[in-house]
Each structure stands twice: as structure tokens, then as C-alpha cells.
């Protein structure tokens, strides 16, 4: 069974900062195009950054740019994001998306995770 599966998110400060993974089952992560993706209540989803499945290019949404950083560790078959010097209106679930060969930015995903939560509070 095929599965993406997102880690890493909690509460954090802002400023703080927290690094989300994508974990892949059942299948080589290697072959995809990576999303991530968040949701915050009352509004839409939102495309942060894509990782190609060649590793390029990439994207990254300028509402995150200089402060989201996507990667890729094959060994580990995981996509991370890290996030720095996060803000209250970070705060959201976060979702990864994967298409099989796809390239950035954002193909048409069409397998997600089920989510985390990131909160940032003060």
C-alpha cells in the first residue's frame, strides 16, 4: 500500500522553528515530485513549495521564501521542510503531495498525506 505520511509538526513560538517530513511506503520516493501544502481554518490550501523528482527545479512560494527550505534524503525516503522564524499566521495544517515523475512547480498531485498540525502562538 502506497502511503505519504507527515511528522514534525507541534507548537512553537514565534520565530521558532520546526522541520515537517514526508515519509514514503510502498513506494521510491526518488521518482516523485513532492508538495507540501497547508490549510488554515476559513481559508484556502495554499501551495508552499514542490521539490521536482529530479531535485530540479524547485519552487517556493514567495509568502515563504527565505524562510521554508524543501529537501530530499533518498537514503531515508523522506522530503523535509524546514521552517524557520515561524509567525502566527503559519499556523495551519500541513500537507505533502506526491505525483509519480512529476515536475515543479506544483504538478497536479495525486497522492496526499493526511496532515499535521503547526501552531504558532505567543
Known amino acids: 500500500q502506497v502511503q505519504f505520511v507527515e511528522s514534525g509538526g507541534g507548537l512553537v513560538q514565534p520565530g521558532g522553528s520546526l522541520r515537517l517530513s514526508c515519509t514514503a511506503s510502498?513506494?521510491?520516493?526518488?521518482?516523485?515530485?513532492i508538495g507540501w501544502f497547508r490549510q488554515a481554518p476559513g481559508k484556502e490550501r495554499e501551495g508552499l513549495s514542490c521539490?521536482?523528482?529530479?531535485?530540479?527545479?524547485?519552487y517556493v512560494a514567495d509568502s515563504v521564501k527565505g524562510r521554508f527550505t524543501i529537501s530530499r534524503d533518498n537514503a531515508k525516503n523522506t522530503v523535509y521542510l524546514q521552517m524557520n522564524n515561524l509567525k502566527p499566521e503559519d499556523t495551519a495544517v500541513y500537507y505533502c503531495?506526491?505525483?509519480?515523475?512529476?515536475?515543479?512547480?506544483?504538478?497536479?498531485?495525486?497522492?496526499w498525506g493526511q496532515g499535521t498540525q503547526v501552531t504558532v502562538y505567543s
Open positions: 503531495a506526491a505525483e509519480l515523475g512529476g515536475s515543479c512547480p506544483l504538478p497536479p498531485f495525486g497522492s
Open positions: 510502498g513506494v521510491t520516493l526518488d521518482y516523485y515530485a
Open positions: 521539490i521536482s523528482n529530479s531535485d530540479s527545479p524547485t
